[in-house]
């Protein structure tokens, strides 16, 4: 007999995370964080400090994949393990120069106002040692656990190709779009091109699940909504199920709203993360009873501790309690983040206090 959906094969061990992927509901919920790999964790820093700068982390593919384990040695409860890279090494494949500038974040040049796509020279070897990392890590991963890899959806990685960095209200580059659809369009298209090859092969190194991150998803009207978000993710999804069909794929539209349901059912994700502007019992209502969702803890309430992150767990876990759900934060963990506050959290998601 075959196994039922989220069901483990003969001889393999069960995903509880991959099982909710797949339209269980599971107790209790699993739970990762967003950027659970980085900052806030001393073994971290320790490690930086050690190696050299950021993205001398992303390219040494044995620091990398200790990077991507730490969150998991440190809290046993957590169910999967997110790749340690960037959202902007398809911008440095696709041409671009990249750099992190201390205390601003990272910088591409030249920026696509002041150069065209086709001045660009790929380099699709930039991406190898993310590969190198999936597979590193896939092999010392406890097998229970989920590996999830990642990229940025096209709109997202678009405006710090266009602006060179990463702004509030992306104004330069929803500005280009509207002037130039056509050479907006192109920017898109490559993105998408390069993602789907790097998604794959991550799949193909060991990624269990594959998120797309559009952090800028909240910027747009719906109009450019639609053009700029939901359409090319939608090929991207259409190109990896085709594929892999049983990869899931997760969306994460940060400041969708009241789009997020057409996001869900338009664009064909897995599963639909959950930024913490989203009132969970809205979404559990509004949202397909069998769409799997993640999330979606303010960051600031871990910070913030005691009663007002138990009742703030309280009221998602409620909310969530008739449909699969992955317990995730809305964005990502902050720095600053006391580790005591995420041993606390994650023992009251799991039922342990």
Request: glycine fraction near 8%; proline fraction near 8%.
């Amino acid at each position: 007999m075959a196994p039922k959906p989220g069901e483990p094969a003969l001889g393999q061990v069960s995903k509880p995370m991959l099982a909710v992927l797949r339209g269980e509901r599971r107790d209790p919920t699993p739970v990762w964080m967003m950027r659970q790999a980085g900052r806030y964790l001393p073994e971290y820093r320790e490690l930086r400090a050690e190696k050299g700068g950021f993205l001398d982390l992303v390219y040494d593919s044995d620091a990398a994949a200790n990077i991507t384990l730490q969150p998991l040695q440190r809290f046993a409860a957590l169910d999967a393990a997110i790749l340690f890279s960037d959202i902007l090494i398809v911008p440095f494949a696709i041409g671009q120069n990249l750099t992190f500038v201390a205390g601003e974040g990272p910088r591409l040049t030249p920026t696509m106002l002041a150069s065209k796509l086709q001045d660009l020279t790929p380099h699709a070897g930039r991406l190898d040692p993310i590969y190198e990392t999936v597979a590193k890590v896939k092999a010392r991963l406890d097998p229970s656990k989920t590996l999830i890899g990642f990229a940025g959806s096209p709109w997202t990685v678009a405006t710090y190709m266009v602006a060179g960095q990463g702004s509030r209200e992306q104004a330069e580059t929803r500005r280009f779009a509207y002037a130039d659809p056509g050479a907006f369009s192109a920017i898109i298209g490559r993105i998408e091109e390069v993602t789907i090859e790097y998604l794959s092969r991550q799949i193909d190194a060991g990624a269990d699940a594959v998120q797309l991150f559009d952090s800028w998803a909240g910027s747009l009207s719906p109009a450019q909504f639609e053009q700029w978000v939901v359409a090319p993710t939608s090929r991207i999804v259409a190109s990896l199920r085709e594929r892999y069909p049983d990869v899931p794929v997760i969306g994460f539209p940060k400041g969708a709203g009241g789009k997020l349901a057409a996001y869900a059912r338009e664009t064909g994700v897995t599963a639909l993360g959950l930024d913490e502007t989203v009132d969970p019992h809205w979404a559990a209502n509004e949202l397909p009873a069998d769409l799997p969702v993640q999330g979606n803890l303010d960051p600031l309430s871990l910070i913030a501790g005691g009663e007002a992150l138990k009742n703030a767990v309280s009221r998602i876990l409620d909310a969530f309690a008739g449909r699969p759900h992955i317990f995730n934060l809305g964005h990502g963990i902050l720095q600053d983040t006391p580790i005591a506050n995420v041993q606390s959290m994650l023992a009251q998601v799991k039922g342990e206090a």
